[in-house]
């Protein structure tokens, strides 16, 4: 009986060890910027509500040892704020707001992408392609202006195919995950 104990606390520490020795660090990291803001107006008698949104990426990230991602998720809050001509909020406070992801295909990249593939499909797939690379390989990942809207977009080829979304702002909350993981 006691042999076996022995033998049981000898594997358990061993794997403490093996555990100990390929250390994973855990980082969060977050990108929010000014997505766009709509002056409230009138025209025409008719008086329209003017709009503020702001983005804010979540990152989480998992590295081995040698800083080398191993997980990796992002999703995306689009905070919407609606208000009057005399700058009085018109958005209701209380009002549910869903993430990128928790949207799914109600996102409604999906007709507008030119690729046919909804938001969550776009990130999972960038996810994906940034699993076994460091965060200098991500940052080297070449990228195009597509627009004013859109200005890091993949340019690699086997990652434009199946990605076409903005990645920029992702990258930048990748990096401060990546800083932060301990």
């Given at each position: 009986?006691?042999?076996?104990?022995?033998?049981?606390?000898?594997?358990?520490?061993?794997?403490?060890?093996?555990?100990?020795?390929?250390?994973?660090?855990?980082?969060?990291?977050?990108?929010?910027?000014?997505?766009?803001?709509?002056?409230?107006?009138?025209?025409?008698?008719?008086?329209?509500?003017?709009?503020?949104?702001?983005?804010?990426?979540?990152?989480?990230?998992?590295?081995?040892?040698?800083?080398?991602?191993?997980?990796?998720?992002?999703?995306?809050?689009?905070?919407?704020?609606?208000?009057?001509?005399?700058?009085?909020?018109?958005?209701?406070?209380?009002?549910?707001?869903?993430?990128?992801?928790?949207?799914?295909?109600?996102?409604?990249?999906?007709?507008?992408?030119?690729?046919?593939?909804?938001?969550?499909?776009?990130?999972?797939?960038?996810?994906?392609?940034?699993?076994?690379?460091?965060?200098?390989?991500?940052?080297?990942?070449?990228?195009?202006?597509?627009?004013?809207?859109?200005?890091?977009?993949?340019?690699?080829?086997?990652?434009k195919a199946s990605v076409t979304i903005d990645i920029g702002g992702y990258v930048d909350a990748l990096v401060e995950a990546v800083a932060n993981a301990k």
């Amino acid at each position: 009986m006691k042999k076996s104990i022995a033998l049981f606390l000898s594997v358990l520490m061993l794997i403490s060890i093996a555990s100990f020795a390929s250390a994973e660090l855990l980082g969060l990291g977050i990108n929010t910027d000014i997505g766009s803001i709509k002056e409230a107006t009138e025209k025409d008698g008719e008086k329209y509500d003017g709009q503020a949104q702001v983005n804010t990426i979540i990152c989480t990230v998992l590295l081995d040892d040698n800083k080398v991602i191993k997980a990796v998720q992002f999703d995306t809050v689009q905070t919407k704020v609606a208000f009057n001509g005399e700058g009085k909020l018109t958005t209701d406070p209380a009002a549910e707001i869903q993430t990128k992801v928790e949207k799914g295909d109600a996102y409604g990249m999906k007709k507008a992408s030119g690729i046919g593939k909804e938001w969550y499909e776009q990130i999972a797939e960038f996810e994906k392609y940034i699993i076994g690379k460091t965060i200098e390989e991500v940052q080297a990942i070449p990228t195009y202006k597509k627009d004013d809207s859109h200005l890091r977009v993949p340019d690699a080829a086997d990652l434009k195919a199946s990605v076409t979304i903005d990645i920029g702002g992702y990258v930048d909350a990748l990096v401060e995950a990546v800083a932060n993981a301990k």
